[in-house]
């Protein structure tokens, strides 16, 4: 099995277990215009690339408050 920071993409499930979230609000995350996610078909994956640097960027914006 690849680890998960081995794959490109990730699922809802991984987002909530790297994030240390709720499903819900992972799911809500990839409804956002600005978070890395797509679909295929039913399935909704999220860049892992994309993630980390969303995620910098989040870090970013607590500064600008």
Request: charged share 35%; glycine share 0%; hydrophobic share 35%.
């Given at each position: 099995?690849?680890?998960i920071m081995e794959r490109l993409t990730l699922?809802?499930?991984d987002?909530?277990?790297m994030l240390n979230i709720s499903y819900v609000t992972?799911?809500?995350l990839t409804l956002r215009?600005?978070?890395p996610?797509?679909?295929i078909g039913r399935r909704i994956l999220i860049n892992r690339e994309g993630l980390e640097r969303w995620l910098k960027?989040?870090?970013g914006k607590k500064d600008d408050n």
């Open positions: 099995l690849v680890s699922n809802i499930k987002l909530q277990e992972a799911y809500n215009k600005d978070f996610s797509f679909r960027e989040q870090e």
